[in-house]
């Protein structure tokens, strides 16, 4: 019955649906509009361990088809931090938040113009342990999944911001 009823509310729903204006932002595979600009951006190079993960992770996620000439280049700077913030009397950390924020510009290669300004960031929480290769083994480990999501959310907004500039 449950399912009559959401496959009844679907078809009539449908039509509101395709006028509402929503387009797949990936839509047209590798010939569409977002995948030829990513595939157009090259990655500065980054410094430090961080540096390294991000880039890697950037690439990663735009290079799926590398057939386009560059026309852009990704410009990234990396703020990582390790803050202590669970402390017992006697003056021992407990609990640590790595924060790995990223300031990012999208440059075009032929006119130097930066079209594109924006940052991104998370963070992660790490339980010091007694040990100390554990704590430089979980700050590691969160330093990898923290580059990437800081990745994810750079190529989700260059990939918004190729949408938006369709047709100009």
């Known amino acids: 019955m449950k399912a009559a ?44 361990e961080a540096g390294w993960l991000v880039s890697n992770a950037v690439r990663d996620r735009i290079e799926a088809t ?13 703020d990582d931090q390790i803050t202590g913030l669970g402390v017992r009397r006697d003056d021992v950390v407990t609990r640590e938040r790595r ?4 300031r990012y510009q999208l440059v075009e290669l032929a006119t130097g113009q930066t ?3 924006a940052t991104a960031g998370s963070d992660a929480g790490i339980d010091v342990a007694g040990s100390e290769y554990a704590t430089i083994a979980a700050e590691k480990s969160a330093l990898e999944r923290l580059s990437g999501i800081v990745a994810d959310q750079i190529v989700a907004r260059l990939a918004r911001y190729a949408q938006s500039t369709e047709g100009k």
């Open 5 to 48: 009823a959401a496959l009844l509310a679907l078809v009539v729903l449908s039509p509101a649906l395709a006028g509402c204006g929503l387009r797949p932002l990936y839509g047209g595979g590798e010939a569409g509009l977002v995948q030829t600009m990513l595939s157009g951006v090259e990655v500065a190079p980054i410094e430090g």
């Open 66 to 78: 590398r057939s386009g000439e560059r026309r852009y280049r990704l410009e990234i700077k990396l």
């Open 99 to 102: 924060t790995l924020r990223a």
């Open 115 to 117: 079209v594109l300004d």
